[in-house]
């Protein structure tokens, strides 16, 4: 679990207002302190990670500038970012998708929960995996993490 005691500093590369903003009222009701960052699109993603090094990375698949896919390809290419975990928050159910983003070194798939409550949910089970202790690469099995579960 990541300590509640320092603040974890998260990035989310997210386009969209409406799921930004039902992700950070999530973020407020965790347990652990969180500082929470955001990007609009890909570019500003990269430009941001570049100058500073979150704990953690939520990355949308659909963005303009550069998409989802092509930021995790850039990201896991660089060893600088090696130990940076990269979950993959999208809407997108497809398997072609959801194996590309396992194959490119994601660590793992959150589905966007439709409710405020399952988007907390899922960001708890997240939370729950010490991540600075190690990178949590699970089975495809347990890639997906789905808010209803």
């Not at 955001?38 to 963005?63: T, V």
Request: charged fraction near 30%; include cysteine.
């Amino acid at each position: 679990m990541i300590n509640a005691n320092s603040a974890t500093n998260v990035l989310i590369a997210e386009d969209d207002d409406d799921d930004y903003l039902i992700f950070s009222l999530a973020v407020e009701e965790l347990s652990v302190q969180v500082v929470l960052s955001r990007a609009e699109n890909g570019d500003i993603l990269m430009k941001m990670l570049n100058e500073n090094h979150p704990d953690l990375l939520f990355l949308d698949i659909l963005m303009p500038c550069r998409d989802g896919r092509q930021c995790i390809r850039e990201i896991r290419a660089d060893s600088k970012f090696d130990s940076l975990p990269i979950i993959v928050y999208s809407s997108l159910k497809d398997m072609e998708t959801i194996e590309f983003c396992y194959r490119a070194g994601s660590n793992l798939y959150a589905l966007k929960p439709s409710s405020l409550k399952e988007v907390k949910a899922t960001l708890e089970r997240i939370f729950a995996v010490d991540w600075k202790k190690m990178l949590y690469y699970p089975p495809l099995s347990q890639f997906v993490l789905r808010g209803e579960e």
